[in-house]
């Protein structure tokens, strides 16, 4: 390396290494570097070597040419519409085109004696804390501006929509996705591309992220000028959705659970009969013989090919539970531990789950363990026709989360655990597209940044059925798709603790399903109550089951309200077809919050309980009991029409309008027709 390339100061040295900013200050070496256009990726060691790891990002699409300045006061590099300037001391600033502050690193210590961050606190902004004969106990702190909005992260039970002021655990778990990219009302977005277990507190005055084993800081940063330009940036880099199949986009009919093959027929056939659209039928869990056994069992599932052919024939789809559980007694389980297929144990039994029977998870983190449990589902199901599994238990989820206590292929559960929905996605995505098929889907109950490249389509989980849940639902699904996740669903109606008889629950059940039909994917599920008798005591029938859960199983009325509604999906098929283009081609989210098509309007900025359905359709789920009329913002800067009456509003004011119990508030912009009626009423 010639001289000029390298500048040595009173506390570290700065370089030129290719397209890469370099400094170096005791056993800390950082470097920041061009990813993609109008972005920096950033990244810090103390190990002898790097990492090499890339975790949720992907090559560029395109070479960029920064322009890096190395001098005696630090160094800085620019990429577009970024710039990531060093000072003499290690501490990083990000700026836009305009030389406005988006991120700056929160450092606070002596070695800056002229600059307007000496402090005696002695806070480091990149804090590696060795663990005892390990790797490093990461922080990383930036400062917080106060009138930041932060949006995205994933999936959280909670009703919040802007995050600022929020501390989030970094981890799986049951109705909890971590994925962990935001995107800042400053202009910048921001990805953690750690999979470690940990935490971030969007503070008031600190920004705090934390991974509890880590061997390196790893960031993502990009700069836009719209929410549109940060999305498409950040979806270039990790991946984007597939094309939605035309069939994932009707009405998916699913309940805990069917219990025999000729139960499912039958409720397919009664559809038919109705003359009720449905797309997709499921085959919920414990179908199988024992848990790591990927087939159907044959005392009550006697003849799957003719049931998948029956289906066929009546145009639906069948989706099978798959489970990454493994029984210390199913037939495949010795195998996969003699061959380390296996997630471990560190310290006790080695259980890791204990539902039905106890059981370890393969670990998708070894390509091994993939092919294996893929090869088992393509002899059992994919070569019989099926198209789309319902990948359950995807966080995993444990009997206890002491993410401590396991170890997988790539390393200790706090270290890389946040990864494994990811990978279970790429399981049965990778061995799908080998055997040929397009336009992949498949259900999944946790992602992790880089998950909707492998066709994943993310369910909130196992949620409470009431009113206060459903509101949860809101939040959760917009910032799953400003985390770069647009294939989002629920559970219409709330997973537990519901009774069919109950009227109230008919109630949340018709507004749940309004909700439903504006979401990504409309699929009804749940474990209704009362339960149902088993109907055997082998195999997968020792798994109890629900109530009833199709759209007849309720009153007249509701019946009535929920077949408009599944009519209503299916009229906006070519709509629905043109938004799930646009998530396949530029990562747009499906469902969005008002600033992501109206990011001038300051108003949209502050709107959380309404959103964008598309480009034209405005939604507002009615999320309380009783309410039979809502209040509605109508962004600035175009004429709306409400889509029941027809009447129509300038932009940039509230209106009220009518919600009777049929009705969810919808409109229109720019004259666009939504197909409310039909034929059929």
């Not at 700026?95 to 700056?104: A, P, Q, S």
């Not at 204990?354 to 088992?376: I, M, S």
Request: proline letters at 6%.
């Amino acid at each position: 390396m010639a001289a000029q390339d390298e500048v040595r100061i009173v506390y570290g040295y700065f370089e030129r290494r290719g397209n890469a900013l370099c400094y170096r200050y005791e056993a800390e070496r950082l470097m920041i570097e061009p990813w993609g256009a109008n972005s920096l990726r950033v990244r810090a060691w103390k190990t002898a070597e790097m990492d090499p790891q890339d975790w949720a990002l992907l090559p560029p699409e395109e070479t960029c040419e920064p322009e890096i300045e190395v001098r005696e006061d630090g160094g800085s590099i620019v990429n577009g519409r970024i710039r990531a300037e060093i000072n003499l001391i290690g501490c990083v600033t990000f700026t836009n085109e305009k030389g406005e502050v988006l991120l700056r690193e929160y450092l606070r210590n002596r070695r800056d004696m002229f600059g307007d961050t000496c402090s005696s606190l002695e806070v480091e902004a990149r804090e590696f804390k060795p663990i005892i004969g390990g790797d490093y106990r990461l922080t990383m702190r930036f400062v917080s501006n106060p009138s930041e909005r932060i949006y995205g992260m994933g999936q959280y039970q909670q009703p919040y929509l802007d995050l600022k002021g929020a501390d989030l655990e970094l981890a799986q778990r049951n109705s909890q996705a971590s994925v962990p990219f935001l995107l800042s009302s400053l202009g910048y977005g921001f990805l953690w591309n750690n999979p470690a277990v940990g935490r971030v507190t969007f503070g008031k005055n600190i920004t705090t992220w934390e991974a509890e084993s880590t061997r390196k800081l790893d960031y993502w940063i990009t700069a836009g000028n719209t929410p549109a330009e940060i999305e498409e940036a950040y979806s270039a880099v990790t991946g984007r959705v597939p094309m939605m199949p035309d069939y994932a986009m009707g009405y998916w009919q699913c309940k805990l659970r069917y219990q025999t093959q000729e139960e499912l027929l039958g409720v397919a056939r009664e559809f038919k009969r109705r003359g009720i659209p449905i797309s997709v039928i499921v085959c919920d869990f414990f179908h199988w013989p024992m848990q790591g056994e990927w087939k159907f069992d044959p005392t009550y599932w006697p003849d799957p090919d003719a049931m998948i052919r029956e289906l066929k024939e009546m145009g639906i789809e069948l989706m099978v539970s798959i489970w990454p559980t493994v029984d210390y007694r199913s037939e495949n389980f010795e195998e996969m531990k003699a061959r380390g297929l296996l997630i471990r144990v560190e310290k006790g039994y080695p259980i890791s789950m204990d539902f039905q029977g106890n059981t370890l998870h393969f670990d998708p983190t070894n390509p091994e363990a993939r092919d294996y449990v893929w090869q088992k589902a393509r002899q059992n199901y994919y070569d019989k026709g099926i198209r789309v599994f319902w990948l359950d238990e995807a966080e995993p989820e444990y009997t206890y989360y002491t993410f401590d206590n396991y170890r997988y292929h790539l390393g200790p559960d706090v270290q890389v655990g946040n990864i494994f929905p990811a990978m279970y996605a790429r399981t049965f995505y990778e061995g799908m597209a080998e055997a040929g098929q397009k336009d992949i889907i498949n259900l999944l109950r946790c992602a992790w940044a880089g998950s909707q490249r492998y066709g994943a389509l993310v369910w909130s989980g196992d949620i409470k059925s009431s009113f206060e849940s459903m509101k949860n639902q809101v939040a959760a699904g917009l910032n799953m798709g400003i985390a770069g996740i647009p294939w989002w669903t629920t559970d219409i109606g709330g997973f537990f603790g519901a009774n069919v008889k109950d009227p109230a629950f008919h109630e949340l059940l018709i507004r749940w399903f309004e909700y439903g039909c504006f979401c990504p994917v409309m699929r009804m599920h749940g474990y209704r109550w009362p339960l149902m008798p088993q109907v055997g005591t082998t195999g997968g029938a020792t798994c109890i089951s629900g109530s009833p859960n199709e759209p007849w199983s309720y009153t007249e009325e509701v019946l009535d309200i929920l077949t408009r509604y599944i009519r209503l999906r299916e009229r906006m098929r070519p709509y629905i077809t043109q938004i799930m283009r646009e998530a396949h081609e530029k990562g747009t989210p499906v469902m969005r919050p008002l600033f992501y098509d109206f990011p001038e309007d300051a108003q949209a900025w502050a709107v959380e309980d309404q959103y964008m359905f598309g480009p034209e359709v405005l939604v507002r789920p009615v999320t309380d009991a009783g309410r039979r009329r809502e209040r509605v913002y109508l962004p600035a800067g175009c004429r709306w029409r409400e889509a029941w009456s027809g009447a129509e509003y300038d932009g940039g004011q509230w209106v009220e309008t009518e919600a009777p119990l049929e009705r969810i508030p919808l409109f229109t912009r720019n004259g666009f027709e939504l197909p409310v009626t039909g034929e059929e009423g």
